[in-house]
């Protein structure tokens, strides 16, 4: 029985690219264009997933997830938001939301919510976790949390972590790392790995200017210490 799914976004152009691509994935997808219909279908209807988005004419998503929780129904949730907005992610898990991803977002980074909620409401195994220092990093849900706050890991980020995270203690050379994180025959600048480093040193380390976990060894590559 493949997973029934509830896209709840206005602009057609967007529900229809969620609705073909989580089609083509085999859930069984529905649609709602106004936060109206949308609280209505996801407290009567049989859904294992509500793709819900903030901005909608009627009541917006907030709205709708307050009062899907309020008549006790606890299928997963997975907001839009908007980029810019820190508010809006914060606001979308303390009103009940699962989950969320951030506009514009990617069709693989949806789908890996997307599997990573509906595994999570199958009860399946529990989440797999790496502490690194005070950062706890979540790879089913591709994200980092440290001092309260969660960042979703990029893609190649996730990649990237989880190389080290399997070569704890041994040095990775910048061509390793290149085809861990992009194949085997990207062509990438020591300078472009170099600034994914950094950025994920901005997630997971106290101080990315002087990291104490993701080591820069001079002339060899990295080296992941905890
Ligand atoms: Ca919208």
Redesign the pocket.
């Known amino acids: 029985m493949s997973a029934r799914i509830l896209v709840v ?3 057609p152009g ?1 529900a229809l690219a969620l609705e073909d691509d989580l089609t083509m994935e085999g859930y069984r997808v529905s649609v709602a264009g106004d936060g109206v219909t949308a609280s209505r279908m996801a407290r009567e209807g049989e859904f294992d997933l509500i793709v819900l ?4 004419p009627g009541k917006d ?1 907030f709205e709708v997830c307050r009062e899907v929780r309020r008549a006790g129904v606890k299928t997963p949730i997975l907001m ?1 938001t908007a980029r810019a907005q820190e508010a809006e992610k914060v606001m979308a898990l303390e009103l009940g939301a699962d989950d969320y991803v951030t506009k514009p977002f990617g069709v693989r980074e949806l789908r890996a919510r997307v599997m990573a909620l509906l595994r999570r409401g199958a009860g399946a195994a529990p989440s797999k976790t790496l502490l690194i220092g005070e950062a706890e990093v979540n790879f089913e849900r591709a994200e980092v949390r440290r001092g309260g706050v969660t960042m979703p890991l990029t893609p190649l980020e996730f990649k990237l972590l989880e190389l080290f995270a399997r070569n704890r203690g041994r040095i990775l050379t910048r061509d390793q790392l290149v085809e861990g994180g992009w194949g085997v025959n990207a062509f990438v600048s020591e300078r472009v790995v170099d600034n994914h480093i950094g950025n994920l040193r901005k997630k997971i380390e106290p101080d990315a200017e002087a990291p104490r976990y993701l080591l820069n060894i001079r002339g060899l590559g990295y080296r992941f210490d905890e």
Not at 53 to 56: R, W
């Open positions: 976004e206005d602009e967007i988005d903030v901005m909608l998503g839009l």
